[in-house]
């Protein structure tokens, strides 16, 4: 989704969570560590850093580049359509490298001085270890591609370090919890793609299988900060999530992957506001999202009005 210029909501801090955890968290952190001790990969050796790069294939399935289904995408060279979707997913690697490094934070943060014999703080920085690989694997595969380095918009940075300054407890897994789940629905399809770049496959199936532990972990981390907290405590961090999927879908696609592939990056633009497929795709993505959001009161009707903002609803 590429940048908006509509004010980005604040997120808003949620008080402090209790560190007790219940013995159903801690069995869902204890079956998450044997999962990862039996299923996790080493992408410097798991993937071809050095086979080439066939011309004809896409960086991810055309379905999901942001022009897709549009009358600027039906002009475009198949050329056009293989370096733009290159570029797509370079842009949304780099955005993740940027949200890992936040996420990164939270959790240390979350964990300060807690029982490190305990399994939630044991899983904790075992996902902390998966994301240090994933943002290696995502800088060697946009190396590899040839995209250049696709930072976040000054004020989206300067909201980022907000949030991880600011979000506690419910509140920093929501967002972890947003990014890793509309990611890992788009990379389920390009992992399968047949006309996908073998790179991007792999790292696709790779972030595919570690992340799923992680948004189970996200997931129970949010039932356990929850477990007893009022209506006024649910609609702050159901507010605060929102904000922070704001700010992480705007930021997917960088407005200057348009310009890389040769387009007249105000057109491109206003089609991708106009595309009524890419809201379909933006919404399919989210769905898993949104229901467990609506099962724990975090959609309220604050949080849904910013949803479909951003057409995740």
Known sequence: MAHSTERIPSPVPSPVPSPVHTPAGDDVSKRLLDSAAVLSYDPAVEIDWD??????????????????GTALWAEMTEEQRVTLTRHEVGSIMTTGIWFEMILQQMVLRDQYLKDPAGAE???????IADECRHSIMFARACEKMGVPRYRPH???????????????????????????EVLDVMQRDWMRGENVLDIVRGTSRIHVVEESRHMK???????ERLRGAGALRRR?????????????????VHPSVYRAAGLDVGRALAEVR???????????????LMAFLAENGLL???????????HML
């Open 274 to 288: 106009a595309s009524g497929h890419r809201r379909a795709m933006m919404r399919t993505s989210s769905r898993h």
């Open 236 to 252: 702050n961090a159901a507010f605060g999530i929102a904000a922070g999927a704001y700010v992480i879908v705007t930021s997917m």
């Open 300 to 310: 309220t009707d604050a949080a849904a009005r910013i949803y479909r903002r951003v």
């Open 51 to 68: 086979a080439p790069l066939p011309p004809g294939h896409y960086g991810l399935n055309p379905e999901w580049s942001t022009l897709y």
């Open 154 to 180: 000054r004020v989206v940075a300067h909201a980022g370090r907000a949030y991880k300054s600011l979000a506690r407890g419910e509140l920093a897994y929501g967002g972890i919890l947003v990014a890793e």
């Open 121 to 127: 703080f044991r899983f904790a920085l075992t996902e």
């Open 217 to 223: 972990f996200a997931r129970q981390e949010i039932r």
